[in-house]
């Protein structure tokens, strides 16, 4: 055996035996899966989530020197006891109070989705950031700038270090971080939840008569325990599509004008006001719009104008059974967890 190749071997060997000890040191944090969710779409294998990548990301997320005059942070505008949205604000605001066009998405479960934002302008969790970041109406930084601030941060640089066993903060480990943080955000333990895995939680009559008109009436889009299909469509909030053409920003398809996508409805009671605009203020008025607000357009779904009638039909007492049942799907130890807040 030549010097060379004993050399060799004795480099891959402590290599190896380093990163055991780091991954003895890093413990690793897997997620719980609800057993009534599908499978998640996010390959947490290749971005496993540890209790220092966590750590890191959620100091990440709470930090304003991420964007440029120090203050917006991404916790600003995705606020924890508003089910990481933010609230009071119809459309958001960034730095200098710029504000933005869209209300704020509510950031859970973003490991079940295939694309985010309002558009599905973006398709995979790990860039979702830069959007924000380099967005001059919310944070208005430059990716390299952040790196180069976080690079000069000796608690920074020691904590990528443990984190990721690296002495220079790239993109990548930013980025895995961030997505660490965020694809821990999972809300599973609602009344509703703990109803369906029959974990002896029980609804009470009127809750259950707004789970079946649910079903009947709203759940061909708000689809499965996530509340969504995923998918993109028009429910008539508005045919004013001069600052928002919705899907059609993004696939240039003149038939995805004013298509959204299909928010879920896990937390609801917290996330007002509503709709990609924050147009609607409150459930009832929300309620209100499905049966006498819905505004007919080319692309306007199917769904909502079948028999010749736009809307959906339900009584006064219908809409307050839905609410009901809406509620339940308030999961109030997520919005409390101490281990997703700032400190
Ligand atoms: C100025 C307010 C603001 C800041 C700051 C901000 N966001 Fe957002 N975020 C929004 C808005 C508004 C949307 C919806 C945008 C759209 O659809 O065009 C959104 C959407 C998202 C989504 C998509 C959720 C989904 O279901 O599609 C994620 C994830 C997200 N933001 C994470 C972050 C992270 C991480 C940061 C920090 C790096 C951040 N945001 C900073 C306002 C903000
Ligand atoms: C045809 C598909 C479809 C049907 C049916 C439907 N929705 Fe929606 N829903 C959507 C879309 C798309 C949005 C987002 C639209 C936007 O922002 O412009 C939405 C938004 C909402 C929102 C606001 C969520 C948020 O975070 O802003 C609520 C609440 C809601 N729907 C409840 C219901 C209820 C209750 C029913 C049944 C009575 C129902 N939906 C039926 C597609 C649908």
């Known amino acids: 055996m030549t010097v060379n190749k004993i050399i060799l071997i004795v480099v891959i060997g402590s290599g190896a035996l380093m ?26 294998k290749q971005n496993p989530v540890t209790e220092k990548g966590f750590a890191l990301g959620r100091k990440l997320f709470y930090d304003g020197q991420l964007s440029r005059n120090g203050i917006v942070s991404c916790g600003f505008c995705h ?23 869209r209300n704020s998405l509510a950031i859970s479960n973003v490991i079940w989705q295939k694309t985010f934002f309002w558009d599905g302008g973006v398709n995979h969790l790990d860039f979702v950031p830069l959007n924000a970041l380099e967005n001059p109406v ?8 952040v790196l180069k601030k976080l690079n000069q941060s000796p608690a920074y640089k020691s904590e990528f270090k443990e984190a990721f066993q690296t002495e220079v903060i790239t993109s990548t480990h930013f980025l895995s971080a961030l997505s660490q943080f965020m694809a821990s955000l999972i809300t599973a333990n609602s ?14 009559s009127e809750e259950l008569t707004g789970l079946s008109l649910f079903k009947k009436n709203c759940n061909s889009c708000h689809a499965t325990d996530l509340f969504t299909d995923g998918s993109y469509r028009n429910n008539g909030v508005t045919t004013d599509y001069r600052f928002d053409k919705g899907r059609q920003e993004i696939t240039l398809q ?9 928010p879920t409805l896990r937390n609801i009671e917290y996330t007002d006001p509503y709709m990609h605009d924050g147009s609607i203020a409150t459930l009832e008025e929300v309620l209100d719009h ?20 736009l809307g959906i039909t339900l009584t006064d007492a219908d809409k307050k059974n839905i609410i ?12 409390a967890e101490k281990r997703f807040s700032e400190y």
């Open 19 to 44: 990163s055991f000890y780091w991954a003895e040191e890093n413990n690793q944090m897997p997620l719980k899966i609800p057993s009534n969710f599908p499978p998640p779409i996010y390959d947490l």
């Open 79 to 101: 606020q924890q006891p508003s089910a990481f949205t933010q609230h009071g604000h119809d459309v958001s605001h960034g730095v200098d109070d710029r504000l933005g066009k």
């Open 138 to 145: 919310e944070m208005d930084e430059t990716l390299e700038n």
């Open 191 to 204: 009344r509703y939840d703990r109803y369906v895995r029959q974990e002896g939680e029980k609804l009470t």
């Open 254 to 262: 003149l038939n995805d004008r004013g298509k959204f996508k299909v």
């Open 290 to 309: 499905y049966t006498d607000g819905v505004k007919d357009s080319p692309t306007l779904d199917p769904v909502l104008k079948s028999n010749g009638k």
């Open 324 to 335: 009901a049942f809406l509620k339940t799907l308030t999961d109030n130890e997520f919005m």
